[in-house]
């Protein structure tokens, strides 16, 4: 069974799996800017950029499978990371 939507904590991840553009959005972190990084299964950064909630990222270009979406405070913080599946 897929999962369309995620939430965990106060972020929200959807829809996962996704074919074509993520959004994610939290109800606590609408105004702070944050590293976004997608990496691929090896590691390798296939996405990174600043970003403030909610935002979306465009996974069309990307091959099918999986990734990691990881949001992390200027300071170094791990705010949210979560496995996100390119179908």
Not at 55 to 61: A, E, K, L, M, N
Request: glycine content about 4%.
């Amino acid at each position: 069974v897929a999962v369309s939507e995620k939430e965990t904590s106060t972020f929200k991840l959807y829809p996962n799996p996704t074919n074509d553009v993520l959004r994610i959005g939290s109800s606590e972190l609408n105004s702070e800017l944050l590293s976004l990084e997608i990496t691929d299964v090896s590691g390798r950064a296939v996405i990174s950029r600043k970003a403030t909630l909610p935002t979306s990222v465009d996974f069309s270009q990307l091959p099918i499978g999986n990734y990691f979406l990881k949001l992390t405070a200027d300071d170094g913080t791990m705010r949210f990371a979560e496995k996100v599946i390119r179908k």
